[in-house]
């Protein structure tokens, strides 16, 4: 396995050949934007071209990992002298902070997520629908004594604040005639959520694929699943990197609907990807491309997500993650950029010769 060369110590830019996916899933480290701080996203040249732009990946967005691995977007942007800098999403919420700090000019979230950043003062876009999944669901260990949503009151459950899984545990909560209040969550990373219930240290957890995906397989049950409580898999852009590049987004679409066509086409070529990249077994992915995810959707933000986030807004209140109506409503109203998905053409590009440039944290 080709081991990750620093090019830089700190943070660590690293690069990793194409051919050796597993290399990111075979080390133990995490990989995302440490030490990048707020207005160190893109970088301008001189003549006004975009130096560097900086995306992230992430294994609960399949399409990132298809392009990353392929070079694609490497190749589309090597005319104009653009680097690509890939950096890891652990969660949507993470992925939001590293927006608000541009620190990426383009990151991905689900679309709850993207909603509540806006309604908060980040100034993004949702430019592109990457995949409708049913990637979120409520888990709990077989011996826990909780098999429906009304089993836990009082209990503690392991939940990203911000991100789809905890929007989709208030909503099952909700529907249960349960508060938020009535149990106990417990704030942690997905994987980290994972690990929580693996050890018993919570009564069930609010998973995302692929990581509940692979606790299904392990044993952990799915104990209470609605894919409509799921708000899509979203692409979002800073304002300052739309207005000052918009041919870069252009090109990142268009590169997207590459992947999206070469997905459909190639489901288990795509799974397997995902599963060196996840670092879980092809079944596990398998289950995840195959049947959570759906490419198949139209990649234009419009009215789909609009009334799927009507529906989430008024949550953002009752968790007092938003402080009015009104900023939900301007949020949803000035969310989506459609026009680039509107003139998506798939690139056809065969793939960047050489290396992926990443960033390396110590997390």
């Not at 934007?33 to 160190?40: F, I, N, R, T």
């Not at 001189?46 to 694609?72: C, K, Q, R």
């Not at 301007?330 to 793939?351: C, D, I, Q, V, Y």
């Amino acid at each position: 396995m080709p081991s990750l060369t620093s090019t830089s110590p700190s943070p660590a830019r690293a690069t990793i050949g194409r051919t050796s996916r597993a290399a990111v899933a075979g080390l133990a480290v995490t990989l995302m934007a440490a030490g990048c701080v707020e207005g160190e996203g893109s970088g301008d040249a001189a003549d006004g071209e975009l130096a560097t732009l900086s995306i992230d990946f992430a294994t609960y967005n399949p399409l990132s990992l298809v392009m990353m691995e392929h070079g694609w977007l490497e190749e589309e942007l090597a005319d104009a002298g653009t680097e690509v800098e890939w950096i890891q999403s652990h969660g949507s919420n993470d992925a939001n902070e590293k927006l608000r700090a541009q620190a990426i000019d383009i990151g991905s979230t689900a679309g709850s997520a993207a909603l509540l950043a806006r309604a908060n003062g980040t100034e993004i876009h949702t430019i592109l629908v990457e995949n409708q999944p049913e990637w979120a669901a409520l888990v709990t260990s077989p011996d826990s004594g909780i098999s429906s949503v009304e089993d836990l009151d009082g209990a503690s459950v392991a939940a990203t604040l911000g991100t789809d899984p905890y929007f989709f545990l208030v909503q099952s909560l909700q529907e249960a005639g349960l508060e938020i209040s009535d149990v106990d969550v417990q704030n942690l990373q997905h994987a980290d959520g994972r690990s929580a219930l693996g050890n018993g240290d919570v009564d069930a957890w609010a998973g995302l694929d692929p990581i509940m995906a692979g606790a299904e397989a392990d044993g952990e049950e799915l104990f209470y699943r609605n894919v409509d409580f799921n708000t899509y898999s979203v692409i979002n852009a800073t304002e300052p990197f739309i207005e000052d590049h918009p041919e870069v987004a252009q090109t990142v679409v268009d590169v997207y609907e590459q992947a999206r066509q070469w997905a459909l086409e190639n489901p288990e070529e795509t799974a397997e990807i995902l599963a060196e990249y996840g670092n879980i077994d092809q079944e596990v992915a398998e289950t995840v491309i195959q049947e959570r995810s759906s490419f198949d959707v139209d990649p234009v933000p419009g009215q789909a997500q609009h009334d799927v986030l009507e529906e989430v807004g008024p949550i953002f209140l009752d968790t007092g993650d938003v402080s009015t109506q009104e900023s939900i409503d301007e949020a949803l109203e000035s969310l989506f950029h459609p026009e680039f998905a509107e003139n998506r053409e798939a690139t056809e590009a065969e793939g960047a010769e050489g290396e992926a440039t990443i960033i390396e944290d110590d997390e």
